[in-house]
């Protein structure tokens, strides 16, 4: 596609339920970050994906947390156990080279009740 | 820790008038000072990008003045229009990093 696509665009859920988020990168993009977006905190750097090599997850904030890239393409941001603090939109972004140039998506917006 | 301090967290502007927004960092090694803009229900879009070795870049209305000694950048709107209204954020990365360090993000509101 044109641009970077991420799915859900939102999501209600229940406090203690799993969640996953999609996110479908511009094709040929070999460098794939996830951030997540508070109000008045940012963008908070999560995971980073560069082609084939280990992802850096240093700035995944707990192990509920975890994602994976498949086929260098399509990524999927999963929240296990979700807890009212997890309410933020989750920003999706590719880039040709890495840490320069990103594409951002429009994110998804989750709400945990 | 915030590694990029920006603000103001808002600002009001006359339509016509300049808009400047001002970004802090500590890390001397970071080399790429991008901007963005953010709309409603929309992701960030970069905006305008410098490199510490200029001082100052320009692009349209837009413009980054960099000072590395005082380790400070900003972004100035010139003749700011309605259609600017929307959250700028700064950040700062470095080459052999793997993330882009966001500042807190300045709500532009022009008024016609």
């Known amino acids: 596609g044109a641009g970077v696509s991420q799915s859900p665009s939102n999501k209600v859920t229940e406090k203690g339920k799993d969640v996953e988020l999609r996110c479908d990168p511009i094709s040929g993009h070999t460098a794939l970050y996830w951030y997540r977006q508070s109000l008045g905190q940012g963008l908070e750097f999560l995971i980073y994906f560069q082609g084939n090599s280990a992802p850096d997850k240093s700035g995944l904030p707990s192990d509920r947390f975890s994602a994976e890239r498949t086929g260098g393409s399509v990524s999927t941001l999963t929240i296990q156990r979700t807890q009212q603090e997890d309410s933020a939109v989750y920003l999706c972004?590719?880039?040709?080279?890495?840490?320069?140039?990103?594409?951002f998506g429009s994110g998804t917006r989750l709400t945990v009740v | 820790q915030q590694q990029v301090k920006q603000s103001p967290q808002s600002l009001i502007v006359q339509k016509g008038g300049i808009s400047i927004i001002n970004c802090a960092y500590e890390n001397t090694a970071f080399d790429y000072f991008p901007w963005y803009q953010q709309f409603p229900g929309k992701g960030p879009a970069l905006l305008i990008a410098i490199r510490p070795d200029v001082s100052e870049k320009k692009e349209g209305r837009f413009t980054i003045s960099f000072n590395k000694s005082a380790k400070q950048f900003s972004l100035h709107i010139m003749d700011s229009q309605p259609g600017d209204s929307a959250t700028y954020f700064c950040a700062a990365s470095m080459t052999a990093g793997n993330q882009f360090y966001f500042g807190t993000g300045t709500s532009l509101t022009v008024i016609p």
């Open positions: 972004a590719s880039s040709f080279t890495g840490n320069y140039g990103y594409t």
